[in-house]
């Protein structure tokens, strides 16, 4: 049983530049929720995606945005990096059942480092 | 509106002693409750939920954790360390409808000396 695979697992870019991050859920899973966490910090929720649609946002600029295939699997993108969006990029898979998500599954992340 | 805070960003226990790694909580909602470890270089990965039911739970490793509503609490212990416990520990909280959206503390980085 597959877990939540994220790719690419470190990558650098530099300031201005346009990145994309990419996640399959665990097998069976519907929704996948995109975190970022900061050295030495907690993961802050970016936003949600179920049946192709972001479903709910946290508190991150438009330069964030993504995206939902029919498989289930999800995309980030950032545009106009700046050197504050360094970070580990953690994707979290769950399963939407009778309108509740009651468990979070989550990838070994992605490491950002912008330059 | 959610928020967590985690007591002591840095706990030290010997080998073979209790382990209590504090959480406070607050919520405009019935909470689910998490702890998650996290290994360096790492993912999360969850070692206990409180969703419904039972107050006290018990997760992966030995650790438990209780739901105290009055005191809006949710304090992970362990009986006894062991030296594979050394790890950051985040306690989060999401809305009871919805584990995706949840909210992390800063987390507590567990020492366990021989």
């Known amino acids: 049983d597959a877990g939540v695979t994220q790719s690419p697992t470190h990558l650098i870019k530099t300031r201005g530049q346009q990145v994309t991050l990419r996640c399959s859920p665990k097998?069976?899973?519907?929704?996948v929720s995109w975190y970022q966490q900061a050295l030495g910090q907690g993961p802050q929720f970016i936003f949600q995606y179920y049946e192709e649609e972001e479903r709910q946002r946290g508190n991150f600029p438009d330069r964030f945005s993504g995206h939902q295939f029919p498989n289930y699997s999800s995309e980030l993108n950032v545009n106009a990096l700046l050197l504050g969006d360094s970070a580990l990029y953690l994707c979290?898979?769950?399963?939407?059942?009778?309108?509740?998500?009651?468990?979070?599954?989550f990838g070994e992340g992605s490491r950002l480092t912008v330059l | 509106a959610q928020s967590v805070t985690q007591l002591g960003s840095h706990v030290s226990v010997s080998e073979g002693a209790l382990v209590l790694l504090r959480c406070n909580y607050s919520?405009?909602?019935?909470?689910?409750l998490f702890w998650y470890v996290q290994y360096p270089n790492q993912g999360l990965q969850l070692l206990l939920k409180y969703t419904t039911g039972a107050t006290l739970v018990k997760g992966i490793n030995g650790f438990e954790a209780e739901f105290k509503k009055s005191e809006t609490s949710f304090h992970l212990t362990k009986p006894s360390a062991h030296m594979s416990d050394a790890a950051e520990y985040f306690c989060a909280v999401s809305p009871n409808t919805n584990a995706g959206k949840s909210t992390f503390g800063d987390g507590t980085t567990l020492t366990v000396k021989p």
């Open positions: 919520s405009s909602v019935p909470p689910y």
């Open positions: 979290a898979s769950s399963l939407t059942r009778e309108g509740r998500r009651r468990e979070l599954f």
């Open positions: 097998s069976g899973h519907d929704t």
